[in-house]
């Protein structure tokens, strides 16, 4: 059984920084594009960022560049999240996101396999 598992989340300040992990189990997704979305109360979910199975192509929403970077290490099966300047907009449920049938971002990524999510609260 395949397997997402999100982890880092947490309660922190405005301008402070978090790292969010997520490890695969029951099978590799080294030829996947993987990516982060989040989804705050009553808003839909918003695409965040997305990593080329290679790592050699990044992709962010507009609302996150230039302060949150996305790594992979496929060799341990994982996505991390590095998230810095936080705002108290990016407060959300954080959820990872493997598309199996693609190895690059598009606006037709359609993830197959999710994670259970991690809450990232931002204080003011």
């Known amino acids: 059984q395949v397997h997402l598992v999100e982890s880092g989340g947490g309660l922190v300040q405005a301008g402070g920084s978090l790292r969010l992990s997520c490890v695969a189990s029951?099978?590799?997704?080294?030829?996947?594009?993987m990516g982060w979305f989040r989804q705050a109360p009553g808003k839909e979910r918003e695409f965040v960022a997305a990593?080329?199975?290679?790592?050699?192509?990044?992709n962010y929403g507009d609302s996150v560049k230039g302060r949150f970077t996305i790594f992979r290490d496929n060799a341990k099966n994982t996505v991390d999240l590095q998230m810095n300047s936080l705002e108290p907009e990016d407060t959300a449920v954080y959820y990872c996101?493997?598309?199996?049938?693609?190895?690059?971002?598009?606006?037709?990524?359609?993830?197959?396999?999710w994670g259970q999510g991690t809450q990232v609260t931002v204080s003011s």
């Open positions: 996101a493997a598309d199996s049938q693609s190895r690059y971002y598009s606006d037709a990524y359609m993830a197959d396999y």
């Open positions: 029951g099978r590799t997704f080294s030829d996947a594009v």
């Open positions: 990593i080329s199975w290679n790592g050699g192509a990044k």
